[in-house]
Nanobody, 122 residues
Framework: QVQVVESGGGLVQAGRSLRLTCTVS????????MGWFRQAPGKGREFVAE????????DYTNSVKGRFTISRDNAKNTVYLQMNSLKPEDTAVYYC???????????????WGQGTQVTVSS
């Protein structure tokens, strides 16, 4: 059974940085497209970024382009989300998930972590 665990969230001031980490166990990590999503209070789950199996290709939602970077280390079964120039509107629970298809739609992802809270103060 695949397990997904996120870490690295916290409370930061606007303009600062955080790096989220997601570790996957119980599956062949290099077979997965990996995605990051977020969910703010009262809102639906929003696509943030995805990365291809070998880390060659990535995609981002427009609101984080130029500020966030997704990367992966297949030797460590880990995917990262480096978040720079954080804004209060980035406040949300951030989730990591596995997929064989990828893309921006949550239903294309099947193993999810429990999420990590990111709070950005103004």
């Amino acid at each position: 059974q695949v397990q997904v665990v996120e870490s690295g969230g916290g409370l930061v001031q606007a303009g600062r940085s955080l790096r989220l980490t997601c570790t996957v166990s119980g599956g062949t990590f290099s077979n997965f497209v990996m995605g990051w999503f977020r969910q703010a209070p009262g809102k639906g789950r929003e696509f943030v970024a995805e990365i291809s199996r070998r880390g060659v290709n990535s995609d981002y939602t427009n609101s984080v382009k130029g500020r966030f970077t997704i990367s992966r280390d297949n030797a460590k079964n880990t995917v990262y989300l480096q978040m720079n120039s954080l804004k209060p509107e980035d406040t949300a629970v951030y989730y990591c998930a596995t997929s064989s298809l990828g893309g921006p739609h949550p239903h294309r992802y099947y193993d999810w972590g429990q999420g990590t809270q990111v709070t950005v103060s103004s």
